[in-house]
Structures are given as C-alpha cells and as structure tokens.
C-alpha cells in the first residue's frame, strides 16, 4: 500500500526565520510526483510546489523548497524568510498512477 | 474560463434527510475526486472517478453515493446512513499523471 507520513502535526517558527517541514513516503511505482499544498483557514487548497520522481534536482518556487531524498523516500519542504501569510495547514501528497495520497498534513503558526 | 463549481458552499441536513452536492467542471479532465475533511484533520477520500459511467470507492464510501453520467460532472449524495456527515466537503479535478490537481471552493455540510 502507498503511505504519506507527516510526522509533525505542529510547528511553529519566528516570522523571518526558517522552517522545514517533513514528509516521508512509500511506493512501489518508478513514475511519481510529490506536492505540497498549503490550505489557509479559508480552506482553499493552494498549490506550493511539485517535483517529479524522476528528476534528481529540488525544486524551488521562490522561498519555498524541497530535499527530495528518492532512495530515503523523504520529501521535506523548507520555507524561508517565513511570513505571517504562510499560517496554514500544509499537506505532503503523493502523485502515483493516478492515486492521490495524502498527509495528515502539518499547521504551520507563524509567531510575530 | 476553466475550473471547477463546487455547490452549495453551505448545507444543511435533517436527520433521515439525503442531500446531494454538485461537481461541475469545464477543464476537459476525466478523474474527480470526492474528500472529506473535518476539523484539523487531512483529506479522506469517499469516492472517485476517472471515465464517465465508471466510479470506486475511497477509505469511507459507506453513507455516500455518486454518480458520473457526464464527463463535467460528479454529484455526491449523502444519504441518511451516514450517521455523522457534519463536515468540510471537496470535490477536486485531476488532469494526467503529474498535473495541478484543481479544487472546488468546497462546501459545509452540518446536521441540525
């Protein structure tokens, strides 16, 4: 079975400062994308950033960006220069032959 | 313009009571999902589907029904064996392996 594990329910970090998010994951395909997506309290689902399973390269959307550990099969998302606007509930979601997989996802707080 | 009509946006139900929420895409994409979600909790998946007049089950399709007649939409009917529907209801649209998956608005479903 495909699993997406976030291990952290909380966390919280000082606006400006550096957070990482973790995600680990399991799969038995070869062809996979992983997400992010942020959902504020509005719940809107907000997409954060995408990579592809088969590119070695993380990818990065301005402060937002991803150590993608393929053999480790651990997907964390680091946010910097945090921002109040970044509050949110973030999920990690695992993209595999049609099958979406989903976190329990993570609240982000921002501490002003 | 393309996405998703997610409706109504709030809804209530008597007890006995069946009430459907609608699902309508223009986006031209095949699988659409169904996920609840309560309070500070991740995205549980009650049914999808990926071709018209075809559907499957998720991890809590008991209480729920859907149908796909058409390729832009996929109703879910909450039926009154679902003992407790009071929840946060969204109706996502997904393209081919790798794409942005689209969300609806989402739709407030409480019991009175």
């Known amino acids: 079975a495909q699993t997406v594990t976030q291990s952290q329910p909380e966390m919280s970090v000082q606006e400006a400062e550096t957070v990482t998010l973790s995600c680990t994951y399991d799969?038995?395909?070869?062809?996979?994308?992983l997400f992010w997506y942020k959902q504020p309290p509005s719940r809107q689902m907000i997409l954060v950033i995408r990579?592809?399973?088969?590119k070695q390269q993380n990818a990065t959307e301005n402060r937002f960006s991803v150590n993608f550990q393929k053999a480790a099969k651990s997907f964390s998302l680091k946010i910097s220069d945090s921002q109040l606007g970044d509050a949110a509930m973030y999920f990690c979601v695992l993209d595999s032959n049609y099958q979406l997989i989903w976190g329990a996802g993570t609240k982000l707080i921002i501490k002003p | 313009d393309g996405g998703i009509t997610q409706s109504p946006k709030y809804l209530f139900r008597k007890e006995g009571q069946n009430v459907t929420l609608s699902c309508e895409q223009n986006l031209n994409h095949d699988a659409m999902y169904w996920y609840r979600q309560d309070p500070g909790q991740g995205l549980r998946l009650i049914y999808y589907?990926?071709?018209?007049?075809?559907?499957q089950k998720g991890d809590i399709a008991e209480g729920y029904s859907v149908s796909r007649e058409k390729k832009e939409s996929f109703p879910l009917t909450v039926t009154s064996a679902q003992k407790n529907p009071t929840a946060f209801y969204l109706c996502?649209?997904?393209?081919?392996?790798?794409?942005?998956?689209?969300f609806g608005e989402g739709s407030w479903l409480t019991v009175v």
């Open positions: 799969t038995s395909e070869s062809d996979y994308y």
């Open positions: 990579q592809e399973a088969y």
């Open positions: 589907s990926q071709i018209v007049n075809d559907f």
């Open positions: 996502a649209v997904f393209g081919d392996l790798g794409n942005t998956i689209y």
